[in-house]
């Protein structure tokens, strides 16, 4: 212990633990300097009291006056308790007279009880004495872990302030709102004012212009009222089926539309479902221009299909091979029967002559007279097996199947029994069968049904089946000609046209009319000529062509709609020969297209068997 009179300063007012044992040794060796030594057996006596735990043996040193007895404390010891907090250990000594065999005794209290938390603690090496502060600053947060940042506090709400630029964000914000608000009602109002209007069109004018049954869907912005027939018009006229439901008007053609025009379709007095303005919803679209398919033969090469417009200067093949005996075309696919040495094939592919598959036969041996349900997706034909005698083999057989090729050849049955076909074809628009056996029965077969075979009398020939009426045109037994419902099995007379031309050979209808040939003869009967003869619905007839005696019509037939037709020539037939296939025609074959609303010729292309005609021609 230094005994130099110059002592370190002390801060005026301790503010830790450090600072507070530290003033209490510095006191305490300031009274041992000023006293004298004591004696060996007062040593005791003189010993301090024992550290009080919490000090950690650093108990404050006091006594007390000789006058009163009072205890006395340093000002050290009572900055340090103002200071700190802490109550200093107070010391009481006993006067020298007091009858004790002891100088003095020594006990230390505590005036309150340490804070719970504080525990005992072992004593440590002093640390190196600190340069005061003047204050503890406060205990930064702790950083937060570079693999856990700490999640951000929830900002505090901002107090509301009545700055000018939160007036003016609140006005802006105002304005906002207005201005929606304004173009949300002028919406409201405009849509109550107008009523309803066309949000989509569907159409397909492509397949409009190749089949019946084709639509045009009208989606309006709103449910709408009930929609009657009278309110819709088509133009060019066509007639339809109507079917409207919610948002949605449905228009069915029932016949194919024309090519190359444009249609209108308006529904007026259109009314929202609930109640309003009415409007008028219109929308427009156009056809494209027809292409037909022709069978052109070569005896010297490869007989050829060619797609053609209706100038016949874009005349393009699609597909060739040594002998095709006939063809049908649908909306999508060809159907093509090639004659080989063994037999018929089949063939299915596009109409671009691409991706050819080959349709399952029901044996071996040969195919004709192919036609087509482009609604049912079937091929039909007539099938006579190669190996044929009186006993064994199958001869003109009517075959149904899948233009998929997904299922087995079908061959048609009455009673039980496969049936030998005359003649046939396939009802348009559906899947039934309308045929005539060798026995002259006249029978429905529905391939879409389980109804089974439906007998409709006895007929010498079925001369055609008008599209979208389920109307046929059968000749019966004594020569009638009739006009027989499918449906119901009624029937009626086919009037005769005005002026008269006589009985027709073939009559093929059309929408809106038929084609009837005729054969005029002399008074010997023997042919002078021959025509084809334009007949509408009302029964005005206008002949279409007409040939003299060295020329033949084979074959004459409609576009789908009814536009236009094409006519079938064998030119010079006295010096045109037949060609050895299994449906023989002249060599020479012309197509003679024409307009049937003017009766004008378009043109006159090589080849037959348009994709327009539902069959072959026969001669």
């Given at each position: 212990?230094?005994?130099?009179?110059?002592?370190?300063?002390?801060?005026?007012?301790?503010?830790?633990?450090?600072?507070?044992?530290?003033?209490?040794?510095?006191?305490?060796?300031?009274?041992?300097?000023?006293?004298?030594?004591?004696?060996?057996?007062?040593?005791?006596?003189?010993?301090?009291?024992?550290?009080?735990?919490?000090?950690?043996?650093?108990?404050?040193?006091?006594?007390?006056?000789?006058?009163?007895?009072?205890?006395?404390?340093?000002?050290?010891?009572?900055?340090?308790?103002?200071?700190?907090?802490?109550?200093?250990?107070?010391?009481?000594?006993?006067?020298?007279?007091?009858?004790?065999?002891?100088?003095?005794?020594?006990?230390?209290?505590?005036?309150?009880?340490?804070?719970?938390?504080?525990?005992?603690?072992?004593?440590?090496?002093?640390?190196?004495?600190?340069?005061?502060?003047?204050?503890?600053?406060?205990?930064?947060?702790?950083?937060?872990?570079?693999?856990?940042?700490?999640?951000?506090?929830?900002?505090?709400?901002?107090?509301?302030?009545?700055?000018?630029?939160?007036?003016?964000?609140?006005?802006?914000l105002g304005a906002v709102l207005g201005i929606l608000v304004l173009v949300g009602a002028g919406l409201g109002v405009v849509s109550l004012t107008q009523g309803p209007r066309i949000t989509e069109v569907q159409v397909d004018p492509t397949e409009a212009i190749e089949t019946s049954g084709s639509r045009v869907i009208l989606?309006?912005?709103?449910?709408?009222?009930?929609?009657?027939?009278?309110?819709?018009?088509?133009?060019?006229?066509?007639?339809?089926?109507?079917?409207?439901?919610?948002?949605?008007?449905?228009?069915?053609?029932?016949?194919?539309?024309?090519?190359?025009?444009?249609?209108?379709?308006?529904?007026?007095?259109?009314?929202?479902?609930?109640?309003?303005?009415?409007?008028?919803?219109?929308?427009?679209?156009?056809?494209?221009?027809?292409?037909i398919f022709l069978l052109r033969r070569d005896p010297d090469g490869n007989d050829q299909i060619f797609r053609t417009d209706l100038s016949g200067e874009k005349a393009q093949p699609v597909f060739a091979a040594d002998k095709i005996n006939d063809f049908r075309a649908t909306s999508s696919q060809l159907v093509v029967s090639v004659e080989e040495d063994e037999g018929s094939k089949l063939l299915v592919m596009d109409r671009e002559g691409t991706d050819q598959r080959e349709l399952e036969l029901p044996g071996v041996g040969y195919v004709g007279a192919i036609q087509v349900s482009d609604r049912g997706g079937l091929v039909g034909y007539s099938y006579s097996d190669k190996e044929l005698s009186d006993t064994e083999g199958r001869a003109s057989v009517l075959v149904t199947q899948s233009l998929s090729g997904d299922d087995e050849p079908v061959v048609t049955e009455v009673g039980g029994k496969e049936a030998n076909i005359f003649v046939w074809q396939f009802v348009p628009d559906s899947s039934a069968v309308l045929f005539i056996d060798f026995d002259g029965a006249l029978s429905l077969v529905d391939r879409s049904t389980d109804a089974g075979v439906q007998s409709l009398g006895l007929a010498t020939t079925i001369q055609g089946i008008s599209r979208g009426t389920y109307t046929a045109i059968v000749e019966r037994l004594d020569g009638t000609v009739v006009e027989l419902n499918l449906a119901d099995g009624s029937e009626v007379p086919l009037e005769a046209s005005t002026p008269d031309y006589g009985t027709a050979i073939t009559i093929t209808p059309y929408p809106g009319g038929t084609l009837r040939h005729v054969v005029s003869r002399d008074e010997n009967g023997l042919p002078v000529g021959q025509a084809v003869i334009r007949v509408n619905d009302e029964g005005a007839a206008t002949p279409l062509v007409e040939v003299d005696s060295t020329d033949s019509?084979?074959?004459?037939?409609?576009?789908?709609?009814?536009?236009?037709?094409?006519?079938?020539?064998?030119?010079?037939?006295?010096?045109?020969?037949?060609?050895?296939?299994?449906?023989?025609?002249?060599?020479?074959?012309?197509?003679?297209?024409l307009d049937l609303r003017t009766g004008d010729e378009i043109v006159a292309l090589t080849g037959f068997d348009a994709s327009w005609c539902q069959t072959a021609p026969q001669f």
């Open positions: 212990m230094s005994t130099d009179d110059e002592r370190p300063d002390l801060p005026a007012v301790p503010r830790t633990r450090a600072e507070l044992r530290a003033a209490r040794e510095a006191e305490a060796a300031a009274a041992a300097a000023d006293s004298p030594s004591p004696s060996v057996s007062d040593a005791g006596a003189a010993a301090p009291t024992a550290e009080s735990p919490d000090e950690g043996g650093g108990a404050e040193r006091a006594g007390t006056s000789p006058a009163t007895d009072t205890p006395v404390v340093s000002p050290a010891a009572r900055g340090a308790r103002g200071a700190g907090g802490e109550r200093p250990t107070r010391s009481t000594f006993v006067p020298p007279d007091a009858e004790s065999t002891t100088s003095f005794a020594a006990h230390s209290t505590t005036d309150y009880a340490p804070p719970a938390p504080m525990q005992p603690k072992a004593e440590k090496k002093p640390k190196a004495e600190k340069k005061p502060k003047p204050a503890k600053a406060a205990k930064p947060a702790k950083a937060a872990r570079p693999e856990k940042p700490a999640r951000p506090e929830k900002p505090a709400k901002p107090e509301k302030s009545d700055t000018p630029s939160d007036r003016r964000f609140l006005l802006a989606t309006a912005n709103q449910s709408l009222a009930a929609i009657d027939e009278s309110q819709v018009t088509v133009d060019p006229a066509v007639p339809f089926t109507l079917d409207a439901a919610g948002r949605g008007i449905g228009i069915r053609f029932t016949v194919p539309l024309d090519d190359d025009t444009e249609y209108t379709v308006k529904v007026a007095d259109a009314v929202g479902a609930g109640g309003g303005p009415s409007a008028t919803l219109s929308t427009s679209f156009s056809t494209p221009a027809s292409h019509i084979l074959q004459a037939c409609a576009s789908p709609s009814g536009q236009y037709a094409a006519v079938v020539i064998a030119p010079e037939l006295a010096d045109n020969p037949y060609d050895q296939m299994l449906l023989p025609l002249p060599e020479n074959l012309e197509t003679h297209l």
